[in-house]
């Protein structure tokens, strides 16, 4: 997938100290402008969840007229689509994905994530299958070498919790259950702490096999395809 450009530069970012919040917002209208051309009247666009995609729902507003409608990954976003007045579709209703866009909490080189933070991986996981285009949009901060200094989300059944976890141990990582959390599918969270991700497909595979796992917040089978990065040069477009 090519940009026009490699680099969007604006006067703001070249003024120094962008706010992490501002360089999130960026990189929603770099998404924007990138889908905007290629989207027809009929098409549906998946979208994500947290503070970058909501800047992207917020944009998308805006062309509310050019496009058909969005399949949302969680409730929160299917919510803040409905309020913009963008049509939102189930997915089983929806037939071609073209772009998906969505956040993330940790990408490598290869655009390889960790996604979950806010609990939504297992939508935000299936949405991203269906895409042809899967575009993430991230600050810098979130650019890392080796995946894993943020805790891996992994969406658990509630009554394989303890089972689930003492897998985890064996496979180890350090298990913590994210209290007072239920996902949009009535489901828990756990969090794993100082896992050696170096292979993110294989720790990716080996923890879908852990029965009681609905979903891992590891996004490697299927990484993103393009990457929009955040940073105080500008936004960088990988590849
Ligand atoms: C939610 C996610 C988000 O994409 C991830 O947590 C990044 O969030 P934010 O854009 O608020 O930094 O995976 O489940």
Redesign the pocket.
Known sequence: VLLAEDTFLSAMQQEAGMTQDEL?QAVAKAALDYIAPRLERNSVIGV??????NYFIDYLAGIRNDFDGAVASSDATAERLKKHGIPVYDLNAVADLEFYV????ETNDRLELI???????TR?KIVAAVAKTFICIADDSKKVDILGDFPLPVEVIPMARSHVGRQIVQLGGDPVYREGVTTDNGNIIIDIHNMDLSRPIVVEERLNQIVGVVTNGLFARRPADLLLLGTKDGVRSIP
């Not at 996604?115 to 991986?121: E, P, R």
């Open positions: 999130k994500g969840t947290g503070s970058t995609a969505d956040g993330a909490d996604k979950g933070g806010g609990g939504a991986l935000e």
